[in-house]
């Protein structure tokens, strides 16, 4: 009896747990997940439309080049079966590979992209790439990357200019402070011990 409850125990957990990974995407998204675990780009053999392994090379290339942290799935459109919209799909494949990170998927054909590090302008390059139609898929994702990269430095050097900006107006307050206290010790002495009189 108690041996048919542990099996009975086992078999409803393991049927909850294929639940569970069924609501939350299927094998194509787990691999896509495993993959990007360990390489910044990752294509489904089954994907298209697809890139050639000498285009995803590239791509790998133009990531070292923006610092790192894009990922890139080209995946086919039976992702779709796993979860109802190319924007899902990504989401969950992001939430897989989790950190500060930048992500763009190729869903069937669907470009879509996201960032926990730049969201905004993540968004606007989402929509500049879906608009470039008439470029073939690895162009498209270049132009990302690019993009991402661009943003990045363009982020850098505001943060830099606000920093040099915080720095140069604290100094400016200190010699101030050190202006006054100065005329007050001067006007101190010049009163002597007579100016209490």
């Given at each position: ?21 069924h609501a939350h995407g299927g094998r194509i998204i787990a691999r ?92 606007e390059l989402e929509r500049e790439v879906v608009a470039a139609v ?64």
């Amino acid at each position: 009896m108690p041996i048919r409850l542990a099996l009975a125990a086992v078999v409803a957990v393991a049927l909850a747990s294929a639940g569970h990974a069924h609501a939350h995407g299927g094998r194509i998204i787990a691999r896509a997940v495993e993959g990007l675990a360990a390489d910044p780009v990752y294509v489904d053999p089954t994907a298209v439309p697809s890139i050639t392994p000498a285009e995803a090379d590239r791509l790998r290339g133009e990531i070292r080049e923006a610092g790192g942290r894009i990922y890139v799935a080209v995946l086919p459109a039976d992702a779709q079966h796993e979860l109802p919209t190319a924007r899902a799909v990504l989401g969950e494949i992001a939430a897989g590979v989790g950190g500060e990170a930048t992500f763009a998927g190729v869903v069937g054909g669907q470009f879509r992209a996201e960032s926990a590090e730049r969201p905004e302008e993540v968004q606007e390059l989402e929509r500049e790439v879906v608009a470039a139609v008439g470029e073939n898929q690895a162009d498209r994702l270049v132009r990302f990357v690019e993009g991402v990269r661009d943003a990045r430095a363009e982020g850098s050097s505001g943060a830099l200019t606000t920093a040099i900006v915080t720095v140069a107006g604290a100094a400016i307050v200190l010699a101030l402070l050190g202006a006054v206290v100065v005329m007050r010790r001067r006007g101190s002495l010049r009163a002597g011990p007579g100016g209490a009189t």
